[in-house]
């Protein structure tokens, strides 16, 4: 069974900083690409960056330049650091992880979920 667990959440006024963290855990072989969504109050869930095993990073146009996305593999981790944050990055933020497990199986999992509330 595989985990992802979040943390780093929480609310700051615009302009602030926040890191957002995720760790995987379980009966892991290897994780491919791992990815952070969001989804805001009335919306569909977006993509919002991506990272590869070998560090390629991704970012949606609304948050390039403001967010880091990186990872560490020895630790099945990835984080996600928000700079510059406005109000419209109100929303929960996902941890997604593409990966296969011992057993030889391949697929997407999801972590519960962390609130980020940005004031104006």
Same mark, same amino acid.
């Given at each position: 069974?595989?985990? =992802? ?14 890191? =957002? ?8 072989? *290897?994780?491919? &690409?791992?990815? /952070?969504?969001?989804?805001? #109050? ?9 990272? *590869?095993?070998?560090?390629? *990073? ?14 560490? %593999?020895?630790? %099945? ?7 510059? =944050?406005? #109000?419209?990055? &109100?929303?929960?933020?996902?941890? %997604?992880?593409? =990966? ?9 999992? /999801?972590?519960?979920? *962390? ?6």
């Amino acid at each position: 069974q595989v985990q =992802l667990v979040e943390s780093g959440g929480g609310s700051v006024q615009a302009g602030g900083s926040l890191r =957002l963290s995720c760790a995987a855990s379980g009966s892991i072989f *290897t994780i491919y &690409t791992m990815a /952070w969504y969001r989804q805001a #109050p009335g919306k569909q869930r977006e993509l919002g960056a991506t990272i *590869t095993s070998g560090g390629f *990073t991704n970012y949606t146009d609304s948050v390039k330049g403001r967010f880091t996305i990186s990872r560490d %593999n020895t630790k %099945n981790t990835v984080s996600l650091q928000m700079n510059s =944050l406005k #109000p419209e990055d &109100t929303a929960v933020y996902y941890c %997604n992880a593409d =990966l296969r497990d011992m057993t030889g199986t391949r697929r997407s999992y /999801w972590g519960q979920g *962390t609130q980020v509330t940005v004031s104006s």
